[in-house]
């Protein structure tokens, strides 16, 4: 895969790599980016669109069955009453973190590089918060008295038991959901105008203009707009912090070897980082080569994605020694015997899976040329995932199967019911974002153009072709391949 | 502000003056020379926010923020006092041998009830202040302006600012670096 | 932010000997601080104690110093140029933690009741222990602590110095190579002596959260330490003009930032221990709400949390020096209160007994640690001074 240009291999040490490639106009970044949705639809689309809606059919199938045939079609028992259900839901919501993380963490750290990705993260929040919340919906055995988890007022003259951390989670999703859906919309306005600028038909016009809702450009509502976009990600960060941390709850108040661990609320929103990171690069190595847009979302990008990924996973192996230290530390049998078992009792392939999937796989970014390679962002990515399910699965089930009494083990085996409710809820995901990268701007790019040199206003001509030849002068090795 | 109705503008043939710049540096250097003429009613538009525009407007602060913040509390206050309320006083039960009244268990939720507000209000606020949706504003009727979302960059004067002088203003404009100065007609197009 | 910014420092103006009064001050509060703390309880474990809640206290922040350097270097920052040799010199101030470690090494029967035969004879939980709770490998990890300190440490402030000479950027490169490994090794060690020193106080007890807690209180005590430091450098005629407003608005972001992330770790391991109700784990709480500790407790979360999180939220206090000062004040105080806190229900069970021999302590270990930051600080410039991203930083500017 040789790319055009270079902004990873010599990053000046003064001054920054340039984050769009090639000699980029705000017109060439509206027409790159409006193209994959204006354009008659590619058959790469149909043929990823239908295995997907194949999916989303078996979520149909396994969702309805489950809801007349009861919990039963689950492989659930005593003692594990919680498996592929919460694994999934817990796996589905991480997943969500890394696009609240790059909208609003990196837009407080000044990260400009964001803005090639935010976009395209915080869609795939939304959709990852619809799948997850899919979960706890409907594993409570009677998901049509769901709605028993809000305070409302009722004959019965019942509330909610707000001591527990299944309505904390009701509540943290709600919310998580809604407020990325705000932003991720919010930040849509712009770009809506933009499409509805370059709309050629009526119909088009029309549909994207009601979203845009009438938006000008004008300077008095950019002010109020970017005041609403830093007050919302001043929001959104302690609020992706809390979601996890509340989810981890769902585990650590309980009295539970494994569960029950101090660390856990950290520990969960960095793994959720991570696997969020990781599907992200899954989505954008795909994206970015099958719309063209590889001269936005650059090698630098990954770079970037590669160093967080590191570091996040790191803070989880982090997590994982001190459990494992204090488990023995604590001199708990319980705790001790938890440990063990997850790495030898039956279990043990699911931990070793987890082991080698989240604590070895990301350490290949330490090279430079792993980081800069998209075949080893693609696999490393994917195993990331899968590690990080296991991880979700170890700490559920390994802990629910053996705990206190032995008398009360037991094993667990998942029925193809919760298979296929693991395949829909991919089916899901991948729907929704197909039809997001059809009809919407996949790359924010209002904000692309305003982290160009020349969105600057006090940026001469001048300094612009300084710039231009810079972006030959780094890797004179790699003559950039025609003009844009 | 319902956008579906026509912009509630004063009376008059004309919206006002459009003038186009070519760059994020002529539209700021011309805002400063506009904003120094003493012109109140005017508006820049560009594709993207420009970096320090609002001194070269000499317009503040936005006010969303306590917006934000009156908002957020009430949701704290309001979170904390149903949970008391409904678990304490409505229909007290015993949990895991937990007080009545405890705060601790009831964090979460009031965390995530004043976060829920204050991101609403901020929202639902700048529409507010934006006056948006506003989806028939007469700058749309103009079909030059349909690069503000792409790379253009306008500033444009409302005739009904103290300062406004058909003429005077259409020179001042010009005398910034406009690469077009036209007049806008009073009602804006339709999609 | 457009760099080519023709500003240069003037290293006779912002030389390192505008901290360099801070030698006088710390050796005569060193001293007197030593004298007094052992002629008011040599010897008695209150002494031990008082110098351990002084010691971590210091520790704390030099080893937030040492994070916030690395984690600088790592990220590519550039806003924080201009006040990364401040920060540098307090971390180089970390071998002399080694030498102030010496009284508790000293009192450690004292202090830790582990360390006693009779306490683990009739402890099997102890006894299960001791393949890690045991005098020698304690010692040995302490020795392994100090070395990782002092090595990261020194590496770093005098390559960041010797780029004062010769302007490389490869030196640049070559920190921003090694910074992750000094993370790693950040995490570990700072986890492990805070197990070693603090959480090993209470032997039946744990937390996996400890390390991380530890950590969230370094953080906020470096950025309030930096705060006060640049203004006194101010008051001697150095930084102005180069740490600017902007700079201090974002170490008040940062701080802002880092109290909620404390409020957070602290709350998260007291709501885990308080919800599943386990009186192994409890027993640490229900310490610290005996008498006067209760009270403490709570004005730690009003004062360590409230009262900064909304005095800190509006923009225009987080550019005015004198709230600044005041809040970085406030802070520090907290964080002594917080340790404190921590630390001190072993010694006084009853209820919080702050004493002279606190105070005198925190002179001793406080003296000690402001003399030898002021002797590194005054080897080099307070700016550094050919770093290639120093224009960016100087012309640095929030939206």
């Known amino acids: ?181 705000l932003f991720w919309y919010v930040g849509l306005i712009p ?24 938006w000008r450009g004008s300077a008095r509502n950019w002010q109020h707009y970017e005041m609403a976009y830093l007050i919302l990600a001043g929001l959104a960060t302690p609020l992706v912090l809390s979601v996890h941390s509340i989810v981890s709850m769902d585990f650590a108040v309980a009295q539970l070897p494994g569960w029950h661990t101090t660390i856990f609320p950290p520990y969960f929103v960095a793994g959720a980082i991570f696997s969020g990171f990781a599907m992200v690069v899954t989505l954008m190595v795909i994206t970015r080569k099958a719309l063209g847009l590889e001269h936005i979302v650059t090698l630098l990008h990954f770079d970037r994605m590669a160093r967080i990924m590191l570091t996040t996973g790191s803070i989880v192996g982090y997590a994982y020694s001190m459990e494992f230290f204090i488990a023995w530390f604590s001199q708990n049998p319980y705790e001790q015997f938890t ?17 080698t999937c989240n604590v070895l796989s990301p350490q290949v970014f330490w090279f430079k040329k792993a980081r800069s390679s998209m075949v080893v962002h693609f696999i490393v990515s994917i195993f990331i995932n899968i590690g990080m399910w296991f991880e979700r699965f170890v700490i559920i089930v390994t802990s629910l199967h053996r705990d206190f009494l032995p008398s009360s083990w037991g094993m667990f085996y998942p029925t193809m019911w919760d298979f296929g409710l693991l395949i829909g809820s991919f089916g899901l995901f991948f729907t929704m974002f197909l039809l997001f990268i059809r009809f919407l701007p996949v790359i924010a790019a209002a904000e692309v153009k305003s982290v160009l040199p020349a969105a600057d206003p006090h940026h001469d001509a001048h300094h612009a072709d300084d710039l231009a030849h810079e972006v030959t002068r780094v890797s004179p090795h790699l003559a950039p391949k025609g003009a844009h | 502000m319902p956008g579906f109705l026509p912009p509630f503008f004063p009376e008059g043939e004309h919206f006002g003056l459009l003038a186009e ?61 149903l949970q008391l309320w409904a678990n304490g006083i409505a229909y007290p039960m015993i949990i895991s041998g937990k007080p009545f ?59 009904w600012d103290p300062k406004f002088d058909a003429a005077a203003t259409e020179r001042l404009l010009a005398s910034t670096g406009a690469t077009n100065v036209q007049l806008v007609p009073r009602r804006g197009a339709t999609s | 932010m457009s760099a080519g910014h023709a500003v240069t420092v003037d290293p006779a103006q912002h030389s390192g000997k505008a901290l360099g009064r801070l030698t006088g001050i710390g050796a005569v509060l060193g001293v007197i601080g030593l004298g007094a703390s052992l002629a008011l309880a040599g010897g008695t474990k209150q002494f031990y104690f008082s110098w351990l809640v002084a010691y971590m206290y210091f520790l704390s922040i030099a080893l937030g110093a040492l994070f916030f350097v690395l984690v600088h270097t790592v990220t590519r920052a550039a806003w924080g140029v201009t006040l990364r040799r401040v920060v540098e010199n307090v971390m180089a101030t970390l071998p002399v ?127 309030s330490f930096t705060l006060l430091l640049v203004h006194f450098a101010y008051a001697q005629g150095a930084l102005r003009g180069v740490v600017t407003v902007e700079h201090l608005q974002d170490v008040a972001k940062l701080l802002f930032g880092f109290t909620i992330f404390w409020a957070y770790i602290a709350f998260s391991q007291y709501f885990l221990i308080w919800y ?39 923009r225009a206090v987080k550019r005015q020096s004198a709230l600044l000062i005041v809040m970085a004040i406030w802070q520090l105080l907290m964080h002594f209160l917080d340790l404190h806190w921590c630390i001190m229900p072993n010694l006084h069970p009853e209820g919080m007994k702050l004493g002279l021999t606190d105070v005198a302590a925190f002179a001793a270990v406080g003296g000690i640690f402001l003399a030898a930051l002021g002797w590194v600080s005054s080897r080099r410039a307070l700016v550094p001074l050919r770093d290639p991203r120093l224009p960016e930083s100087l012309s640095f500017e929030n939206v």
């Open chain 2, 21 to 81: 710049y070519d760059s994020p540096g002529a539209l700021f250097h011309a805002c400063e020379k506009v904003r120094d003429a003493g012109y109140s009613k005017w508006d820049a538009h560009s594709p993207f926010p420009i970096h320090g525009i609002e001194k070269a407007m000499g317009i503040g602060r936005s006010r969303l923020p306590y917006v934000t913040l009156v908002c957020g509390l009430t949701g704290v206050i309001g979170g904390m006092a």
């Open chain 3, 276 to 314: 599943a109700n386990i009186p192994e784990e409890t027993i640490y709480y229900m310490k610290r709400q005996v008498g006067s500790w209760q009270s403490a407790g709570m004005m730690l979360a009003l004062g360590h949390f409230l009262v900064p999180f909304f005095f800190l939220m509006p």
């Open chain 3, 97 to 223: 933690f080694a030498l102030l470690f010496v009284p508790i090494w000293l009192g450690r029967h004292e202090i830790y009741e582990w360390m006693h035969a009779e306490a683990a004879a009739h402890n099997p939980i102890i006894q299960g222990k001791a393949a890690f709770l045991n005098e020698g490998f304690w010692f040995t990890r302490a020795i392994f602590y100090f070395v990782a300190w002092s090595v990261l440490a020194t590496w770093f402030s005098t390559q960041s110095q010797k780029q004062d000479e010769t302007g490389e950027e490869r030196i640049s490169a070559r920190l921003r190579g090694a910074a992750p490994i000094g993370i790693v090794l950040f995490a570990l060690t700072t986890t492990f002596a805070t197990i070693d020193w603090m959480m090993s106080l209470e032997p039946m007890w744990y937390s996996t959260m400890i390390g991380v807690y530890f950590f969230s209180g370094a953080v906020v005590a470096i950025l």
């Open chain 1, 339 to 355: 440990f063990i078992n997850r790495a030898f009792g039956p279990y043990w392939w699911a931990y070793w899976t987890m082991i």
């Open chain 2, 101 to 159: 009244f405890n705060w601790q268990p009831y964090v979460p939720i009031t965390f995530e009830c004043g976060i829920l507000l204050a991101a609403l209000s901020t929202v639902f606020g700048m529409f507010a202040f934006n006056k948006l949706p506003m989806h028939f504003h007469p700058l749309f009727g103009v079909e030059r302006f349909e690069k503000v979302t792409d790379d253009g960059f306008f500033i444009s004067v409302e005739a």
């Open chain 1, 1 to 181: 895969m040789m790319e055009v240009a270079d902004n990873v291999s010599h990053e000046p040490v003064a001054g920054r790599a340039p984050l769009v490639l090639g000699r980029p106009t705000f017109h060439s970044i509206t027409e790159a980016v409006a193209r994959p949705a204006e354009s008659a639809t590619p058959i790469m689309w149909w043929l990823l669109l239908l295995p997907s809606l194949g999916m989303l059919s078996i979520l149909g199938v396994s969702v309805g069955w489950l809801v007349w045939e009861g919990i039963g079609v689950w492989g659930l028992n005593q003692p594990v009453g919680w498996a592929f259900d919460i694994t999934n839901f817990v796996f589905w919501i991480g997943i969500g973190h890394a696009g609240t993380l790059i909208s609003a963490v990196l837009f407080l750290f000044r990260q400009k590089w964001r803005t090639s990705i935010n976009r395209a993260a915080e869609a795939m929040t939304i959709f990852a918060v619809m799948c997850a919340l899919l979960f706890p919906g409907i594993h409570i055995g009677r998901p049509w008295l769901a709605y028993w988890m809000a305070p409302l007022p009722n004959q019965m003259g019942t509330w909610p038991g707000f001591r527990s951390p299944l309505l904390w989670d009701f509540f943290a999703v709600s919310t998580y959901g809604t407020v990325s859906a």
């Open chain 1, 191 to 214: 770009d809506l105008a933009t499409m509805r600028d370059r709309a050629k038909t009526q119909a088009r016009r029309i549909a994207y203009g009601i979203f845009a809702l009438g």
